[in-house]
């Protein structure tokens, strides 16, 4: 894991022109082979239920079956990241642009014609070579997670090793979509004509890049200023932000890093990379915050712990905390306190926040709902794209291309990842506040609880046994759907 991990943080940071995976799975083909999927299967099979040896095998199995399936995608992995790391489009003013910075370069246009100009050579690029690429790994990865033989098909074997039911969720997901329907109608088209000048019939989602970019709030989120901002709040926390040295800032721009921030575990506690390209302005600063929640949480974990609590287990537990401090960009007083936004601006500020929020909550149930269908493997390929559209649009109101329709897919259903983690956050914070007051992000015995209580025991627990450690519950839509409502009135 190391190995891979620091493989692919060279590569898509930009201090590779391609990953090398292949030495890397020959080198340790003993654990990813047949008998190494028999023996994990067979301690998941026996272990007691509620023990921590179930959990202990639960967890290596789901990461076995995903590493055995990573291994003969391996060159496609490699071809995919070079492709990206080299390939690049040309803006109307006959300007060559990285194809890896070319959201940067399109949120960044407030000319609408050159966005539209800009995304349309992008879409023509990743139709013609990127997309055929991602299909043809998601064709292999379900083709080859069916032939282990977990279970039945692709998304059964998934619910089988995280315990996550599809079908409750995308119900639960198709309700919030229906609940939120109105209050989406109601707030779309005003933002749209106050922001763009635009109407909704005219909205691609290259649009929604450049609004939600905010670029006019630049001058209160200085990109100068925001790694000390961040620190200073960690460190009132009471927390060291770096981890005492085992957090490693990679926040420059680079040729070749890609536009999507990450954070990159090497080693687990010891060595964790933050990996940011700057788009400036609140994406970047809340960018920030998401991988450092990610950073805190691997750097804190406990190093006596055996490696698949370190490293492994339900990842929507570390994505909530990436969105605990995310989040913290729609709270009034963190905004006073660290950003440039003074009294006057923090209503508004908190009212596009909501409607960013919303915007994404119903991208990603959305999103969800179409990765579901992809891997059942009920419909053709080639009609996949009509149905990633429609579903997209219709949810968010910005049209989709088509073409994006494969590259627009997180493996293994991350987009379940995160929207349980948008609801594990929601109970944190309420928790959080009730024990700290509504200003915990700066209170100095919070970091302490988050690291003891939280971050140190890695991703032993799921989110639902989180949430209802903490005194949360059951997770749902509802406190977010409260939460998006208080948002969009401040």
């Not at 590569?11 to 023996?39: M, N, S, V």
């Not at 290596?60 to 070079?82: F, G, H, N, T």
């Not at 596009?352 to 579901?372: I, N, Q």
């Amino acid at each position: 894991m190391e190995a891979i991990s620091r493989e692919g943080y060279l590569a898509l940071a930009g201090h590779k022109k391609t990953a090398e995976f292949q030495p890397i799975y020959q080198q340790y083909e003993r654990i990813l082979g047949a008998d190494a999927l028999e023996l994990t299967l067979e301690a998941f099979r026996s272990a007691p239920e509620q023990s921590d040896d179930k959990r202990s095998a639960q967890w290596l199995l789901e990461w076995e079956i995903e590493s055995q399936a990573s291994r003969p995608l391996a060159a496609l992995d490699e071809r995919e990241i070079a492709w990206e790391n080299s390939a690049v489009i040309r803006s109307p003013d006959g300007r060559v642009i990285q194809y890896q910075a070319a959201p940067i370069e399109i949120a960044n246009t407030q000319d609408r014609k050159v966005r539209l100009a800009l995304d349309a050579a992008r879409a023509d690029l990743v139709e013609k070579e990127h997309a055929p690429l991602r299909r043809e790994r998601l064709q292999r990865e379900k083709e080859y997670i069916e032939s282990l033989g977990v279970a039945d098909d692709y998304n059964s074997s998934f619910e089988a090793v995280t315990g996550i039911s599809l079908a409750a969720l995308a119900a639960s997901c198709e309700g919030f979509l229906r609940d939120t329907q109105s209050m989406w109608d109601d707030t779309f088209p005003r933002v749209l004509k106050k922001k763009l000048g635009i109407k909704p019939s005219q909205a691609k989602r290259s649009d929604a890049l450049a609004l939600f970019r905010a670029s006019e709030y630049d001058d209160a989120f200085p990109g100068n200023h925001m790694e000390s901002v961040i620190r200073r709040h960690v460190r009132e926390m009471g927390i060291d932000p770096t981890a005492n040295g085992r957090i490693i800032f990679d926040v420059g721009d680079r040729e070749g890093k890609r536009s999507r921030a990450f954070c990159s575990p090497v080693r687990v506690p010891q060595e964790v990379y933050l990996v940011l390209r700057p788009h400036g302005g609140q994406s970047d600063y809340n960018t920030f915050l998401h991988e450092l929640g990610h950073a805190l949480h691997f750097a804190y974990v406990s190093d006596d712990y055996p490696f698949e609590f370190r490293w492994l287990g339900d990842n929507s537990v570390t994505e909530s905390y990436a969105m605990l401090f995310d989040h913290r960009m729609h709270d009034r007083g963190w905004l006073l306190r660290y950003a440039q936004l003074g009294t006057n601006r923090v209503a508004e500020f908190l009212r596009t926040a909501g409607f960013e929020e919303l915007h994404y909550l119903r991208r990603y149930c959305a999103k969800f709902l179409y990765e579901r269908a992809l891997y059942a493997g009920e419909m053709p390929w080639e009609q996949l794209p009509d149905m990633y559209v429609s579903l997209l649009s219709n949810a968010t109101g910005f049209e989709y291309d088509p073409a994006d329709a494969f590259v627009d897919v997180d493996p293994r259903f991350y987009s379940a990842r995160y929207l349980r983690a948008w609801q594990l956050q929601s109970v944190l914070n309420e928790k959080l506040t009730t024990r700290f007051d509504v200003d915990w992000f700066r209170n100095p015995s919070a970091g302490p609880w988050m690291v003891g209580e939280l971050f140190s025991h890695g991703q032993r627990e799921t989110a639902e046994e989180i949430s209802t450690r903490v005194g949360g519950g059951a997770l749902s839509f509802q406190p977010l759907v409260r939460k998006v409502e208080a948002l969009l009135e401040a």
